[in-house]
C-alpha cells in the first residue's frame, strides 16, 4: 500500500513540474513577444517622427517652389474654360 502511494506522489510530482516547465516556456515566449512588440513599436515611431519631419520641410512654400522649379513647372496663366450651350455630354 504504502509503494502505491508513493508511486502516485511521484507521479503527481512529476505531472506538476511538467505543468510549470510547461507554464515557464509560455510565459518566455510571451515575453519575447512583448520584446518584440515594443521594438517594433519604437522602430514605428521613429518612421512616423521622420515622416512628419519630411511634411514639415515640405510643407515650407519655398521648399515647394525649388521642386516645381526644378521640376520644370510654370505658373498657370488665365485659365479659360470652354463652355458648349445646353446639355452636350447628356447626348
Known sequence: ML?????GLAVAAALLL????????VLAAATWEVRDA???????REDRDTIAAHIAELDDRSVLQELADAAG?????????LVEPGAVAAR
Open 18 to 25: 511538467l505543468y510549470y516547465v510547461m507554464q515557464v516556456n
Open 3 to 7: 509503494g502505491i502511494t508513493n508511486l
Open 38 to 44: 515594443r521594438q517594433q513599436l519604437a522602430a514605428l
Open 73 to 81: 513647372l510654370v505658373p498657370a496663366g488665365t485659365v479659360v474654360y
